[in-house]
């Protein structure tokens, strides 16, 4: 499989592990892992927004990036439909992100942040892999 994610099992928190052969891959499905454990996935978006991040490291970039997300959730009441990342290096991210509001509560685990916790992001072989813990 080229690019995917897994939940990753912690005692106290929720991990995901990414992959892609890009870290614009590996940083896509990071999102749909964060969005299908918060169960935020909107079915028909109706609102396309960019996102810009900026961070001291690929690492960084990833948890603000995710934490971005998971504010545009919790303040606009909203759910994702396709989250494209357009372009990512070691200090900056932009993605578009589709976007619908949510009918009632998201039925999924409640996240309130994305942390540094066995925070990584592996590069080589042509396969980009990102670990990222989840604050629920």
């Not at 396309?48 to 948890?63: C, Q």
């Not at 934490?67 to 494209?84: K, M, P, Q």
């Not at 990584?120 to 604050?135: F, I, K």
Request: hydrophobic fraction near 45%; avoid cysteine.
């Amino acid at each position: 499989m080229s690019a995917g994610y897994n939940i990753l099992e912690h005692t106290a928190d929720l991990g995901i592990r990414a992959w892609g052969a890009t870290r614009e891959q590996a940083f896509e499905q990071a999102a749909r892992g964060l969005i299908d454990v918060m169960g935020a996935r909107a079915r028909m978006p109706i609102v396309a927004r960019t996102v810009k991040v900026e961070g001291t490291d690929a690492a960084a970039v990833l948890v603000d990036f995710l934490n971005e997300l998971i504010v545009l959730h919790e303040i606009e009441e909203a759910g994702f439909g396709r989250v494209r990342v357009l372009r990512v290096s070691d200090s900056e991210l932009e993605a578009e992100v589709e976007m619908a509001p949510l009918d009632g509560r998201a039925g999924g685990t409640t996240v309130k942040a994305a942390t540094y916790h066995q925070l990584e992001v592996r590069e080589g072989s042509g396969r980009v892999e990102a670990d990222v813990y989840l604050d629920v």
